[in-house]
């Protein structure tokens, strides 16, 4: 295959989930010809060498594709190294991040929930890199932010969407508050409502963001493809993934696109962040890191590789499925016994599927 995944180390609980998700993964992506390529990530290093490292990592993913990150800190302190995962996503020039809300039995989801919730969230702008400011003293002191996005970015987020939707079945619901600003939160609107015209096949159920979060709570249980604004689909996905049972149970893909809409680099990794009261304790859940991995080699686009894809996503839900569960899904499992587990299913999958030819 001679593919290079890019590793992105983190920090706290996120690196002790990366290295479950690696265990997963390695074994058998190696003997596809697959290399790993790592880079450190962690606070501290990105505090050595002035966020080099993160700009290296993310020319790294450019050039080679495939990126698989760690959650990482991002310090309270305006005057320190900032969010990596900015830097990265602006580095790649990313403009999508896709997370979907998925069933995982024998959870019970929350309301009448039953078939795949995509988030499709601008991955840039908006109040993630603002100018922020601040005028006036006392209680006259004001605070102004200005936010921008681009119609190119706009465009490529609601074509994404429909495309999403008319390969999955999905309906497209929801949209920005279009209503309360329509020269800013309009453009994107104007994109969805132009990209309907080019897929009628797909059913499209415009909404505010806020009556999507109500409408949420009364849904048929259908399919649906979210497209939300940047800090919108950051709530928004927080909310959707907690409803299948946990923000631990679905991977988050940061995508970039050329022209053509064709992916050109990607990263994966959890919806989640470092975790630190769970540090060193070894019972974090790995799943949404492991179903990183799964999505991951999925992108290859080669049979073997989504063989594996398909063997590492069903062995970690049969894990789930068989009581062998972490505490946030109310099981006594350990981190590392659950990723055992799904190590051991993996390869009997594998084995059995080369056996059946």
């Known amino acids: ?18 290295v479950e998700a690696l265990r997963v993964l390695e074994p058998f992506v190696r003997p596809m010809g697959v290399d790993i390529k790592t880079y450190d ?11 080099q490292v993160v700009l290296d990592a993310a020319e790294a993913v450019v050039n080679n594709k495939f990126g698989i990150k760690a959650a990482t800190i991002t310090p309270g302190n305006p005057d320190d190294v900032g969010s990596p995962n900015a830097i990265l996503r602006e580095a790649i020039d990313a403009q999508v991040i896709l997370r979907v809300g998925r069933r995982i039995p024998p959870m019970q989801p929350v309301a009448g929930v039953h078939a795949p919730i995509a988030v499709i969230r601008m991955a840039v702008d908006g109040a993630y890199g603002a100018k922020e400011w601040r005028e006036g003293e006392g209680l006259d002191e004001i605070a102004y932010r200005t936010e921008k996005t681009t119609r190119k970015t706009c465009r490529i ?12 079945g999905s309906k497209v619901f929801g949209g920005p508050k279009y209503t309360v600003s ?12 132009a990209a309907a015209l080019r897929h009628p096949s797909v059913r499209y159920d415009p909404q505010l963001i806020d009556a999507t979060y ?34 631990a149970g679905a991977e988050s893909m940061v995508l970039s696109f050329g022209d053509d809409l064709e992916i050109r680099a990607l990263i994966a990794e959890a919806p989640h962040g470092t975790a630190p009261s769970l540090l060193g304790k070894n019972i ?19 049979e073997p590789a989504q063989r594996l894809s398909r063997a590492i996503r069903e062995s970690a839900l049969e894990t789930v ?7 946030d899904l109310g099981g006594h499992a350990t981190t590392t016994e659950f990723t055992d587990e799904v190590i051991r299913r993996v390869r009997a999958k594998l084995a059995v ?5």
């Open 41 to 51: 990530l962690s606070l501290e290093n990105r505090r050595v060498t002035k966020n």
């Open 214 to 247: 109500a409408l949420l709570l009364e849904t048929t249980g259908e399919s649906l493809a979210i497209p939300t604004l940047n800090r919108d689909g950051d709530s928004m996905s927080d909310l959707v993934l907690k409803m299948f049972g946990t923000i």
């Open 284 to 302: 974090a859940n790995p799943m949404a890191m492991i179903l990183a991995g799964a999505s991951l080699v999925n992108y290859m686009d080669t």
């Open 321 to 327: 499925y068989d009581g062998i569960r972490t505490a």
């Open 353 to 357: 599927w080369e056996a059946l030819g």
């Open 157 to 168: 987020v609601a074509e994404y969407s429909f495309r999403y939707a008319e390969r999955t």
């Open 182 to 193: 329509p020269i800013y939160e309009g453009m994107f609107k104007e994109e969805l409502d």
């Open 1 to 18: 295959m001679n593919r290079t995944i890019v590793v992105l180390q983190g920090d706290q609980t996120g690196q002790e989930l990366l």
